[in-house]
T-cell receptor, first 115, second 113 residues
Framework: AQSVAQPEDQVNVAEGNPLTVKCTYS??????LFWYVQYPNRGLQFLLK??????LVKGSYGFEAEFNKSQTSFHLKKPSALVSDSALYFC?????????????FGKGTKLSVIP | KAGVTQTPRYLIKTRGQQVTLSCSPI?????VSWYQQTPGQGLQFLFE???????NKGNFPGRFSGRQFSNSRSEMNVSTLELGDSALYLC????????????FGPGTRLTVT
């Protein structure tokens, strides 16, 4: 079975500082990994994904994520946080090797960027 | 290109009633997935449809059902509503393959009283 964990319910960071939102996953084969962001009272927006290839993936709004197979992690990062980055962030995993099209989400991490 | 649209946006029902939610995917997208979002359980997968066929189903009771039409539009139905069904129901569409990202609609907020 596929699963994903976001160990931190909330992350606080000062504006201009680097931010990291953590994600670990569990699948039987090679994972497809995704990050989404949700602003209040809105649907989820796609940020970036890892399918194969370079372990460092760049996405929207200056975000990037690093796939680490040995640590089964896919942490989201940004070099310099903006107040407008404050939102709920979700990591998601899909296990294509299991023939599943189901996307499993983590519980979400609330990011607060403090001016 | 228009995004994913969901109707209605808000809905209030009483226990025991049934409800139908609608989702129109992005043009050209053939896969539609449904999720239930609650503060306690987070985002939970309901089901996924592709070319009018259900490819995957989550762990929800049979009261939750869905279908997809030939134009890729999808509906989900919840029968015999319970208080615990109160949630934000999100629809997402994608092209077709497992590596494709999903694009989400704004959701339907269902309140069961």
């Amino acid at each position: 079975a596929q699963s994903v964990a976001q160990p931190e319910d909330q992350v606080n960071v000062a504006e201009g500082n680097p931010l990291t939102v953590k994600c670990t996953y569990s699948v039987s084969g090679n994972p497809y990994l995704f990050w989404y962001v949700q602003y209040p009272n809105r649907g989820l927006q796609f940020l970036l994904k890892y399918i194969t290839g370079d372990n460092l993936v760049k996405g929207s709004y200056g975000f990037e994520a690093e796939f680490n197979k040995s640590q089964t992690s896919f942490h989201l990062k940004k070099p310099s946080a903006l107040v407008s980055d404050s939102a709920l962030y979700f990591c998601a995993v899909r296990d294509p090797g299991a023939g599943s099209y189901q996307l499993t989400f983590g519980k979400g991490t609330k990011l607060s960027v403090i001016p | 290109k228009a995004g994913v649209t969901q109707t209605p946006r808000y809905l209030i029902k009483t226990r025991g009633q049934q409800v139908t939610l609608s989702c129109s995917p992005i043009s050209g997208h053939r896969s539609v997935s449904w999720y239930q979002q609650t503060p306690g359980q987070g985002l939970q997968f309901l089901f996924e449809y592709f070319s009018e066929t259900q490819r995957n189903k989550g762990n929800f009771p049979g009261r939750f059902s869905g279908r997809q039409f030939s134009n890729s539009r999808s509906e989900m139905n919840v029968s015999t509503l319970e208080l615990g069904d109160s949630a934000l129901y999100l629809c997402a569409s994608s092209l077709a393959s497992a590596g494709d990202e999903q694009y989400f609609g704004p959701g339907t907020r269902l309140t069961v009283t």
